[in-house]
Protein backbone atom coordinates (compact mmCIF):
# COMPACT_ATOMS: atom_id res chain seq x y z
CA UNK A 1 0.00 0.00 0.00
CA UNK A 2 0.83 3.60 -0.96
CA UNK A 3 0.99 5.81 1.83
CA UNK A 4 1.10 9.74 2.08
CA UNK A 5 1.89 10.54 5.87
CA UNK A 6 1.02 13.92 6.93
CA UNK A 7 2.58 14.86 9.92
CA UNK A 8 5.06 12.21 9.92
CA UNK A 9 8.22 14.01 11.11
CA UNK A 10 6.59 14.62 14.18
CA UNK A 11 5.86 12.61 17.51
CA UNK A 12 2.77 10.09 16.61
CA UNK A 13 3.45 10.72 12.90
CA UNK A 14 6.99 9.34 12.95
CA UNK A 15 6.06 6.66 14.82
CA UNK A 16 3.42 5.74 12.12
CA UNK A 17 6.27 5.87 9.51
CA UNK A 18 8.49 3.63 10.72
CA UNK A 19 5.49 1.24 11.34
CA UNK A 20 4.32 1.14 8.33
CA UNK A 21 8.38 1.27 6.62
CA UNK A 22 8.93 -1.62 8.66
CA UNK A 23 5.79 -3.57 7.49
CA UNK A 24 6.91 -2.95 3.54
CA UNK A 25 4.44 -0.14 2.86
CA UNK A 26 5.45 2.47 0.33
CA UNK A 27 5.80 5.69 2.40
CA UNK A 28 5.90 9.54 1.84
CA UNK A 29 6.24 11.50 4.65
CA UNK A 30 4.52 15.02 3.76
CA UNK A 31 6.04 17.60 6.33
CA UNK A 32 6.13 21.26 6.68
CA UNK A 33 8.75 21.24 9.43
CA UNK A 34 7.37 23.27 12.32
CA UNK A 35 8.59 23.67 15.47
CA UNK A 36 7.90 20.30 16.71
CA UNK A 37 8.85 18.23 14.01
CA UNK A 38 12.15 16.68 13.65
CA UNK A 39 13.59 14.17 10.76
CA UNK A 40 15.70 12.58 13.06
CA UNK A 41 12.95 11.01 14.62
CA UNK A 42 12.62 9.36 11.23
CA UNK A 43 16.38 9.16 10.56
CA UNK A 44 16.01 4.88 11.14
CA UNK A 45 13.86 4.95 7.92
CA UNK A 46 15.20 7.92 6.04
CA UNK A 47 17.77 5.20 3.65
CA UNK A 48 14.88 2.59 3.06
CA UNK A 49 13.84 1.84 -0.70
CA UNK A 50 10.13 2.52 0.40
CA UNK A 51 10.34 5.65 2.22
CA UNK A 52 10.42 9.56 0.81
CA UNK A 53 9.85 12.82 2.38
CA UNK A 54 8.46 15.81 1.32
CA UNK A 55 8.40 18.95 2.82
CA UNK A 56 5.08 21.21 2.40
CA UNK A 57 2.21 22.46 4.33
CA UNK A 58 -1.31 21.25 4.00
CA UNK A 59 -2.99 24.25 3.82
CA UNK A 60 -0.94 24.84 0.27
CA UNK A 61 -3.39 23.64 -2.12
CA UNK A 62 -1.05 23.65 -4.78
CA UNK A 63 1.31 21.60 -2.77
CA UNK A 64 -1.11 18.85 -2.11
CA UNK A 65 -2.40 18.91 -5.57
CA UNK A 66 1.30 18.05 -6.81
CA UNK A 67 1.91 15.15 -4.04
CA UNK A 68 -1.21 13.47 -4.75
CA UNK A 69 -0.23 13.75 -8.40
CA UNK A 70 2.73 12.30 -8.18
CA UNK A 71 2.56 9.87 -5.82
CA UNK A 72 -0.98 8.64 -6.21
CA UNK A 73 -1.39 7.10 -2.85
CA UNK A 74 -4.00 4.77 -1.73
CA UNK A 75 -4.54 6.17 1.11
CA UNK A 76 -3.63 9.36 3.09
CA UNK A 77 -2.88 9.48 6.94
CA UNK A 78 -3.69 12.55 8.26
CA UNK A 79 -1.20 13.28 11.44
CA UNK A 80 -0.52 17.02 10.59
CA UNK A 81 -1.94 19.37 13.59
CA UNK A 82 -0.91 22.15 16.20
CA UNK A 83 -1.50 19.78 19.50
CA UNK A 84 -0.23 21.83 22.23
CA UNK A 85 -2.96 22.92 24.35
CA UNK A 86 -0.97 25.83 26.01
CA UNK A 87 -0.01 26.77 22.86
CA UNK A 88 -3.72 27.55 21.83
CA UNK A 89 -4.99 28.87 24.74
CA UNK A 90 -1.92 31.84 23.85
CA UNK A 91 -2.26 31.59 19.96
CA UNK A 92 -5.65 30.39 18.74
CA UNK A 93 -5.26 31.34 15.86
CA UNK A 94 -2.49 29.11 14.41
CA UNK A 95 -4.57 26.09 15.51
CA UNK A 96 -7.56 27.64 13.58
CA UNK A 97 -5.74 27.77 10.37
CA UNK A 98 -3.25 24.81 10.36
CA UNK A 99 -6.19 22.42 11.97
CA UNK A 100 -9.54 23.52 10.43
CA UNK A 101 -8.07 25.50 6.96
CA UNK A 102 -5.39 22.74 6.79
CA UNK A 103 -7.84 19.84 7.16
CA UNK A 104 -10.15 21.17 4.70
CA UNK A 105 -7.26 22.34 1.84
CA UNK A 106 -5.77 18.60 2.17
CA UNK A 107 -9.45 17.04 1.90
CA UNK A 108 -10.27 19.26 -1.09
CA UNK A 109 -6.70 17.62 -2.95
CA UNK A 110 -7.56 13.96 -1.79
CA UNK A 111 -10.77 14.50 -3.35
CA UNK A 112 -9.80 16.16 -6.62
CA UNK A 113 -7.62 13.03 -6.64
CA UNK A 114 -9.67 10.68 -6.07
CA UNK A 115 -12.39 11.78 -8.48
CA UNK A 116 -9.56 11.87 -11.20
CA UNK A 117 -8.30 8.80 -10.48
CA UNK A 118 -12.20 7.27 -11.07
CA UNK A 119 -13.35 7.38 -7.43
CA UNK A 120 -11.24 3.85 -6.19
CA UNK A 121 -13.10 1.66 -3.84
CA UNK A 122 -9.82 1.06 -1.62
CA UNK A 123 -8.77 4.65 -1.18
CA UNK A 124 -8.90 5.92 1.95
CA UNK A 125 -8.70 8.86 3.97
CA UNK A 126 -7.75 8.54 7.68
CA UNK A 127 -8.52 11.41 9.52
CA UNK A 128 -6.58 11.09 13.41
CA UNK A 129 -7.84 13.20 15.96
CA UNK A 130 -7.84 13.49 19.77
CA UNK A 131 -10.54 12.58 22.69
CA UNK A 132 -10.29 16.24 23.89
CA UNK A 133 -13.09 16.85 21.25
CA UNK A 134 -15.47 15.37 23.46
CA UNK A 135 -14.74 17.16 26.78
CA UNK A 136 -14.67 16.74 29.91
CA UNK A 137 -15.67 13.46 32.26
CA UNK A 138 -16.89 13.58 36.10
CA UNK A 139 -14.02 11.99 38.25
CA UNK A 140 -15.85 8.89 38.75
CA UNK A 141 -15.05 5.51 36.81
CA UNK A 142 -18.08 3.82 37.94
CA UNK A 143 -20.54 6.96 37.56
CA UNK A 144 -19.02 9.00 35.21
CA UNK A 145 -18.56 6.59 32.31
CA UNK A 146 -15.96 6.56 29.30
CA UNK A 147 -15.82 8.38 26.16
CA UNK A 148 -17.39 6.39 23.51
CA UNK A 149 -17.84 7.00 19.63
CA UNK A 150 -21.39 8.20 20.02
CA UNK A 151 -20.36 10.78 23.20
CA UNK A 152 -21.19 14.12 21.66
CA UNK A 153 -18.64 16.79 20.97
CA UNK A 154 -18.13 19.01 23.81
CA UNK A 155 -14.52 20.70 23.12
CA UNK A 156 -13.10 23.28 26.03
CA UNK A 157 -10.10 24.51 24.65
CA UNK A 158 -8.83 26.22 21.34
CA UNK A 159 -7.05 23.19 20.60
CA UNK A 160 -9.87 20.32 20.97
CA UNK A 161 -12.31 22.92 18.70
CA UNK A 162 -9.91 22.86 16.07
CA UNK A 163 -9.56 19.16 15.78
CA UNK A 164 -13.66 18.63 16.49
CA UNK A 165 -14.11 21.41 13.47
CA UNK A 166 -11.59 19.01 11.60
CA UNK A 167 -13.37 15.92 12.69
CA UNK A 168 -16.68 17.72 11.68
CA UNK A 169 -15.16 18.38 8.11
CA UNK A 170 -14.24 14.85 7.42
CA UNK A 171 -17.62 13.56 8.28
CA UNK A 172 -19.08 16.47 6.02
CA UNK A 173 -16.69 15.37 2.89
CA UNK A 174 -17.87 11.59 3.49
CA UNK A 175 -21.22 12.44 3.71
CA UNK A 176 -21.89 15.09 0.90
CA UNK A 177 -19.39 13.79 -1.76
CA UNK A 178 -18.60 10.10 -0.77
CA UNK A 179 -14.99 10.58 0.12
CA UNK A 180 -13.66 7.02 1.54
CA UNK A 181 -12.95 7.96 5.40
CA UNK A 182 -12.06 6.27 8.51
CA UNK A 183 -11.50 8.11 11.61
CA UNK A 184 -9.82 8.01 14.88
CA UNK A 185 -9.60 9.66 18.56
CA UNK A 186 -6.76 8.79 20.37
CA UNK A 187 -6.44 9.60 24.29
CA UNK A 188 -2.92 10.92 25.34
CA UNK A 189 0.30 9.42 23.86
CA UNK A 190 3.60 8.75 25.41
CA UNK A 191 6.69 7.11 24.74
CA UNK A 192 10.09 7.91 22.54
CA UNK A 193 10.53 10.70 20.35
CA UNK A 194 7.76 12.91 22.28
CA UNK A 195 8.65 16.56 21.94
CA UNK A 196 9.70 18.48 25.11
CA UNK A 197 6.71 20.53 26.17
CA UNK A 198 4.56 18.02 26.81
CA UNK A 199 3.65 16.28 30.54
CA UNK A 200 6.03 13.51 30.38
CA UNK A 201 9.00 14.49 29.25
CA UNK A 202 8.87 17.49 30.75
CA UNK A 203 8.63 15.15 34.16
CA UNK A 204 11.66 13.16 32.93
CA UNK A 205 13.94 16.26 32.05
CA UNK A 206 12.97 18.71 35.07
CA UNK A 207 13.97 15.89 37.06
CA UNK A 208 16.75 14.80 35.44
CA UNK A 209 18.28 18.88 35.45
CA UNK A 210 16.82 19.37 39.32
CA UNK A 211 14.29 21.80 38.18
CA UNK A 212 11.09 22.17 39.97
CA UNK A 213 8.43 19.36 38.39
CA UNK A 214 5.35 21.14 37.62
CA UNK A 215 1.76 20.02 38.15
CA UNK A 216 -1.60 21.63 36.98
CA UNK A 217 -3.57 22.72 40.56
CA UNK A 218 -3.62 19.94 42.33
CA UNK A 219 -2.64 17.11 40.03
CA UNK A 220 -6.30 14.79 40.40
CA UNK A 221 -6.68 15.58 36.52
CA UNK A 222 -7.17 11.64 35.18
CA UNK A 223 -5.97 11.00 31.50
CA UNK A 224 -5.68 7.64 29.89
CA UNK A 225 -2.39 7.19 28.81
CA UNK A 226 -1.59 5.10 25.36
CA UNK A 227 1.95 4.15 24.41
CA UNK A 228 2.63 5.92 21.23
CA UNK A 229 4.64 2.51 19.26
CA UNK A 230 1.04 0.66 20.27
CA UNK A 231 -1.29 4.12 18.90
CA UNK A 232 0.64 3.88 15.67
CA UNK A 233 0.02 0.22 15.19
CA UNK A 234 -3.75 0.70 16.07
CA UNK A 235 -3.90 3.68 13.29
CA UNK A 236 -2.50 1.19 10.28
CA UNK A 237 -5.30 -1.36 12.02
CA UNK A 238 -7.88 0.83 11.49
CA UNK A 239 -6.53 1.92 8.22
CA UNK A 240 -6.29 -0.91 6.63
CA UNK A 241 -9.40 -3.63 8.64
CA UNK A 242 -11.94 -0.21 9.75
CA UNK A 243 -15.47 0.29 8.44
CA UNK A 244 -15.82 2.86 5.54
CA UNK A 245 -17.27 5.80 7.47
CA UNK A 246 -17.11 4.92 10.93
CA UNK A 247 -14.97 6.07 14.10
CA UNK A 248 -12.91 4.34 16.07
CA UNK A 249 -11.52 5.43 19.93
CA UNK A 250 -8.03 4.29 20.95
CA UNK A 251 -7.09 4.18 24.42
CA UNK A 252 -4.40 3.32 26.20
CA UNK A 253 -6.63 1.23 29.06
CA UNK A 254 -4.62 3.46 31.64
CA UNK A 255 -6.39 5.89 33.91
CA UNK A 256 -4.31 7.82 36.13
CA UNK A 257 -3.90 10.99 37.87
CA UNK A 258 -1.38 13.38 36.73
CA UNK A 259 0.05 13.55 40.37
CA UNK A 260 -0.39 9.85 40.22
CA UNK A 261 1.85 9.79 36.88
CA UNK A 262 4.70 11.73 37.45
CA UNK A 263 4.91 9.89 40.83
CA UNK A 264 5.61 6.85 38.41
CA UNK A 265 8.40 8.72 36.44
CA UNK A 266 9.92 9.60 39.76
CA UNK A 267 9.74 6.06 41.09
CA UNK A 268 11.29 4.87 37.83
CA UNK A 269 14.29 7.74 37.68
CA UNK A 270 15.11 6.47 41.17
CA UNK A 271 15.52 3.31 40.15
CA UNK A 272 17.68 3.72 37.40
CA UNK A 273 19.36 7.52 37.60
CA UNK A 274 19.53 7.51 41.35
CA UNK A 275 20.00 11.18 42.38
CA UNK A 276 21.02 12.95 45.74
CA UNK A 277 17.13 12.70 46.93
CA UNK A 278 13.65 11.01 45.42
CA UNK A 279 12.92 13.02 42.36
CA UNK A 280 9.75 13.72 43.75
CA UNK A 281 10.45 16.29 46.50
CA UNK A 282 11.21 18.29 43.21
CA UNK A 283 7.16 18.45 42.53
CA UNK A 284 6.39 21.94 42.51
CA UNK A 285 2.32 22.77 42.02
CA UNK A 286 1.17 25.58 39.92
CA UNK A 287 -1.54 27.43 38.34
CA UNK A 288 -3.55 24.94 36.78
CA UNK A 289 -4.16 25.70 33.09
CA UNK A 290 -7.43 27.92 32.50
CA UNK A 291 -10.31 25.38 31.11
CA UNK A 292 -8.73 22.04 32.86
CA UNK A 293 -10.83 19.32 31.85
CA UNK A 294 -10.88 16.84 34.98
CA UNK A 295 -11.09 13.62 33.09
CA UNK A 296 -10.82 11.38 29.70
CA UNK A 297 -11.13 7.79 29.38
CA UNK A 298 -12.10 5.95 26.43
CA UNK A 299 -14.26 3.20 25.90
CA UNK A 300 -12.04 0.70 23.90
CA UNK A 301 -15.21 -1.65 22.99
CA UNK A 302 -15.44 -1.08 19.26
CA UNK A 303 -11.86 -1.46 18.16
CA UNK A 304 -11.28 -4.17 20.23
CA UNK A 305 -14.72 -6.34 19.27
CA UNK A 306 -14.63 -5.17 15.52
CA UNK A 307 -10.75 -4.98 14.97
CA UNK A 308 -9.19 -7.29 18.17
CA UNK A 309 -7.31 -4.90 18.59
CA UNK A 310 -5.87 -4.12 22.03
CA UNK A 311 -2.72 -2.41 23.75
CA UNK A 312 0.38 -4.44 24.34
CA UNK A 313 2.10 -2.75 27.45
CA UNK A 314 0.97 -1.79 30.61
CA UNK A 315 1.39 1.92 31.48
CA UNK A 316 4.17 1.34 33.88
CA UNK A 317 6.00 -0.80 31.06
CA UNK A 318 5.65 1.99 28.92
CA UNK A 319 6.60 4.51 31.04
CA UNK A 320 9.81 2.58 32.00
CA UNK A 321 10.55 2.03 28.32
CA UNK A 322 10.12 5.77 27.95
CA UNK A 323 12.30 6.91 30.12
CA UNK A 324 14.94 4.56 29.03
CA UNK A 325 14.85 6.21 25.82
CA UNK A 326 15.30 9.33 26.99
CA UNK A 327 18.11 8.27 29.34
CA UNK A 328 19.66 6.36 26.21
CA UNK A 329 19.08 9.44 23.32
CA UNK A 330 20.40 12.84 25.50
CA UNK A 331 21.14 14.50 22.03
CA UNK A 332 17.71 14.04 20.34
CA UNK A 333 16.01 16.21 22.78
CA UNK A 334 19.10 18.78 23.77
CA UNK A 335 19.06 19.56 20.44
CA UNK A 336 15.20 20.98 20.44
CA UNK A 337 15.43 22.90 23.81
CA UNK A 338 16.45 25.99 22.33
CA UNK A 339 13.28 25.76 20.53
CA UNK A 340 10.86 28.83 20.90
CA UNK A 341 8.68 27.89 24.09
CA UNK A 342 10.47 24.68 25.34
CA UNK A 343 10.95 24.42 28.76
CA UNK A 344 8.46 27.83 29.25
CA UNK A 345 5.06 27.72 31.01
CA UNK A 346 2.85 28.57 28.19
CA UNK A 347 -1.17 29.36 28.78
CA UNK A 348 -0.30 31.67 31.44
CA UNK A 349 -2.20 34.71 29.71
CA UNK A 350 -5.13 37.41 30.39
CA UNK A 351 -7.44 34.38 30.63
CA UNK A 352 -5.92 32.77 33.63
CA UNK A 353 -6.90 36.27 34.89
CA UNK A 354 -10.62 36.02 33.97
CA UNK A 355 -10.89 32.54 35.43
CA UNK A 356 -9.53 33.34 38.67
CA UNK A 357 -11.60 36.68 39.00
CA UNK A 358 -14.74 35.06 37.64
CA UNK A 359 -14.80 31.42 38.86
CA UNK A 360 -15.84 29.84 35.63
CA UNK A 361 -14.02 26.31 35.18
CA UNK A 362 -14.90 23.52 33.94
CA UNK A 363 -17.48 20.57 35.25
CA UNK A 364 -17.50 17.13 34.67
CA UNK A 365 -20.04 14.90 32.68
CA UNK A 366 -21.09 12.10 31.97
CA UNK A 367 -21.55 11.20 28.13
CA UNK A 368 -24.34 10.73 26.90
CA UNK A 369 -24.24 7.88 24.32
Not at 124 to 150: A, N
Not at 237 to 261: A, C, F, H, P
Request: overall charge negative.
Amino acid sequence: MKLVVTGGAGFIGSAVVRQAVAQGHQVVNLDALTYAACLDNVASVADAENYSFVEADIRDRAAMDAVFAEHAPDAVMHLAAESHVDRSIDGPGTFIDTNITGTYTLLEAARAWWVRAGRPEGFRFHHISTDEVFGSLGPDPETDGQFTEDTPYDPRSPYSASKAASDHLVRAWHETYGLPVVLTNCSNNYGPYHFPEKLVPVVILNALAGKPIPVYGAGENVRDWLYVEDHADALLTVLQKGGLGRSYNIGGENEVRNIDLIGMICAILDEKRPGDRPYAEQISFVTDRPGHDMRYAIDPTRIREELGWRPSVTLQQGLEKTVQWYLDNESWWRALQDRAGVGERLGVSAVSETVRETGSGTNGRSPKT
